[in-house]
């Protein structure tokens, strides 16, 4: 018995079609050439100042690159950063979920546009903006919010100040300005839109029929939005997250106009003084040497690679979401 092997099928491509691919592929590889380049340029100015400190580069407190002795390091920026990023995410996070099920979910039709335009309006401010907020406004406002935060919680390392007693009236509020938590809270309203945008795309793709099984059974409508809406979407409210904290965490010039830099690893959010790293780059950029502008070229990396790191997992995750391969 002779045995037929499959017959070819062969697909004509138009000149349309052909266009289309050409010019997403060649977007595709643009992308990965750009942050490619972007990766070796910093590596390739930063390798002056990794051969002088290596390893202890990420775990020197110091910022001596012009000393000789190799005494330079991101250690106490790297620890400011991060706990700035993550101020913002545990403010953002809550207010980012609950505008996002309101504009899905409860929001009457007339009104559900002009919040979504208005929300993706407000990610287009510019950081200098919300920079000039945090200076003139909240920095004075927010100080009671602190002091109280410091008095009743002051026995937890993170909320401790120094030099603060809340049995004295006479102390000062100073201790409270320019702090890791004020930082982080003009950030979480930077961040907040986007994360907002992206849980509100998720939401809107829960499936309706499942929605109305839930709403038929004689579930509230709380009850269809805990036990469909919020599964559903767990991707992208984690990869909305991500990729807020991906923002929060290179953001620069809001964070520099706000802070007192310290060179020193500050854990306490609410005390006067911290530091980051894309702040300390802009601080030290226009006086640095060519040993300096090294070490600077080394603490960019440093953040490149740890943003380029989130932002891929959460470009991963909110993918999943999106197309319902997590469910």
């Keep these: 018995m002779t045995v037929e092997s499959p017959r070819a099928i062969g697909t004509s491509r138009s000149l349309a079609d052909r266009v289309f691919r050409g010019v997403s592929r060649g977007g595709g590889v643009a992308v990965l050439v750009i942050m490619s380049s972007v990766g070796v340029f910093l590596l390739a100015r ?24 190799g005494r330079f390091g991101i250690a106490a920026v790297l620890v400011g950063t991060i706990l700035i990023a993550l101020v913002a995410i545990i403010v953002a996070l809550p207010v980012s979920l609950a505008t996002a099920l309101f504009i899905s979910e409860y929001c009457p039709e007339f009104l559900r546009k002009a919040l979504v335009t208005l929300v993706d309006l407000m990610a287009a401010i510019p950081s200098v903006v919300f920079g000039l907020w945090g ?8 100080t009671d919010v602190a002091k109280w935060l410091a008095t009743a919680f002051g026995w937890f390392p993170l909320f401790a100040v120094d030099g603060f007693d809340p049995a004295d009236p006479l102390s000062s509020i100073t ?60 991707g992208g409210i984690i990869g909305g997250s991500m990729l ?34 894309s702040s300390l780059i802009a601080l030290r950029y226009g006086e640095a040497s060519a040993a300096g502008m090294s070490a600077l070229m080394a603490a960019g990396l440093a953040l490149f690679l740890l943003t380029l790191v989130v932002n891929f997992v959460a470009s991963t995750i909110v993918g999943r979401s999106r197309s319902g391969a997590d469910n």
């Design 175 to 234: 201790v409270f300005t320019s702090s890791t938590f004020i930082a982080g809270l003009v950030v979480a309203a930077m961040i907040t839109p986007i994360m907002t945008s992206i849980m509100r795309e998720v939401f809107s793709q829960a499936p309706g029929g499942e929605r109305e099984g839930a709403l038929a059974l004689g579930s509230t409508r709380w009850g269809m939005i805990r036990s469909v809406v919020l599964p559903y979407g767990a």
């Design 135 to 142: 200076v003139f406004f909240l920095q004075g406002t927010i």
């Design 46 to 69: 930063a390798w002056q100042a990794l051969s002088v400190s290596g390893i202890s580069f990420f775990t020197v407190v110091e910022w001596d690159p012009d000393g000789g002795a």
């Design 244 to 277: 807020g904290l991906g923002r929060a965490l290179g953001e620069t010039i809001a964070v520099y106009m706000i802070i007192s830099p310290v060179f020193v690893i500050q854990p306490h959010i609410l005390q006067n003084g911290t530091s980051s790293v």
